[in-house]
């Protein structure tokens, strides 16, 4: 099993400000990696797959990174509605996919 | 529009059995692999099982399998999830999720999410 570790548990940070989320695989996961933002109450939404790549609708201030073992999702300018929960997801362990513990991202 | 609607959540005494269902519509739903994935309330996410689109392949987390069983009807849009031996530790939210690939077989994410259905096991 693939084991999916995301820093760190929590983040604050203020409105208009850079966040930062990181993601690390115990093994290489090649770009085979999708991060989602989950909302309390919600299900999670897909923001980012293959590491890289905007969902349809996302905004252009998501922006996702990394190959291997090591990713990281930006938030360029932080709106109200990007404080909730992060989900990095490993889809390379063909069938056993496993998902990160989740950042936290919380209003400063 | 997508939409995703699960449904048969309850609670149950464990070594019990519940039948969860998705109902899907808007889009063409003998296309895609679908799966469950679960969250305990306040935790993270966990992958559960994933069927092809025949329903002719199926896989399971190590946790269920042997109890519980995948299945699909295309000409009805729905995916059911039979749940039998249960135990505390399957208590969860369970969501349906459309799982899509870029092309690659063995490497599919979830793209759209139903707003799940809770399952409690407790006596």
């Known amino acids: 099993e693939i084991v999916m570790t995301q820093s760190p548990a929590t983040l604050s940070v203020s409105p208009g400000e850079r966040a930062t989320l990181s993601c690390r695989a115990s093994q290489s996961v090649s770009n085979y990696l999708a991060w989602y933002q989950q909302r309390p109450g919600q299900p999670p939404r897909l923001l980012i797959y293959g590491a890289s790549t905007r969902a349809t609708g996302i905004p252009a201030r998501f922006s996702g990174s990394g190959s291997g073992t090591h990713f990281t999702l930006t938030i360029s300018s932080l709106q109200s509605e990007d404080f909730a929960v992060y989900y990095c997801q490993q889809y390379n362990n063909w069938p056993l996919y496993t998902f990160g513990q989740g950042t936290k991202l919380e209003i400063k | 529009e997508m939409q995703l609607v699960e449904s048969g959540g309850n609670l149950v005494q464990p070594g019990g059995s519940l039948r969860l269902s998705c109902a899907a519509s808007?889009?063409?739903?003998?296309?895609?692999?679908m799966s469950w994935v679960r969250q305990v309330p306040g935790k993270g996410l966990e992958w559960v099982a994933i069927i092809k689109q025949d329903g002719s392949e199926k896989y399971y987390v190590g946790s269920v399998k042997g109890r519980f069983t995948l299945s699909r009807d295309n000409a009805k849009n729905s995916l059911d999830l039979q749940m039998n031996s249960l135990r505390a530790e399957d208590t969860a939210v369970y969501y349906c999720?459309?799982?899509?690939?870029?092309?690659?077989?063995?490497?599919?994410?979830?793209?759209?999410w139903g707003q799940g259905t809770l399952v409690t096991v407790s006596s």
């Open positions: 999720a459309r799982s899509f690939s870029s092309g690659w077989y063995g490497h599919y994410y979830f793209d759209h």
């Open positions: 808007g889009f063409s739903f003998s296309n895609y692999w």
